[in-house]
């Protein structure tokens, strides 16, 4: 039988509380989603001002980053080269701001930002992982 690391509430806590630091250092309202390996939910925050539509692309961006074990921007890279049977992928949005949590080589969950342009979506779920990494 093997074992490795899970999320815990107070890693999901750690993640969101950098993350929203980030936000609101630059004055962003966001939404952000962290996932378990599977794509399911285990921490949610959507910021005042943050719209509906940020909650569900949240979601669904850290979705496609926990069950592809990438980065949700790679896939929208692969459309943007020209590979438009990425569009048919299942369960994929192909939109930058979507990350793993990969720790010692196993992903165990993701992180998913909407709210601001997509790389900035990217550059909050970067800081919750970064915070959860320096723990």
Do not use: Y
């Amino acid at each position: 039988m093997q074992t490795r690391p899970v999320l815990t509430l107070a890693d999901c806590e750690a993640i969101t509380g950098a993350a929203l630091a980030e936000a609101t250092r630059n004055n962003w309202k966001v939404s952000i989603a962290v996932l378990d390996d599977g794509g399911h939910p285990l921490h949610f925050v959507r910021m005042d001002h943050a719209t509906p539509a940020n909650a569900a692309i949240a979601l669904e961006k850290a979705r496609t980053s926990a069950l592809s074990r990438r980065a949700s921007g790679i896939w929208e890279q692969r459309i943007r080269d020209g590979r438009l049977s990425m569009l048919a992928m299942p369960g994929i949005l192909p939109i930058q701001g979507g990350l793993p949590i990969i720790i010692d080589g196993t992903c165990i969950g993701a992180v998913g930002v909407s709210g601001v342009q997509s790389h900035e979506d990217e550059q909050i779920a970067k800081a919750g992982i970064d915070a959860l990494a320096s723990r």
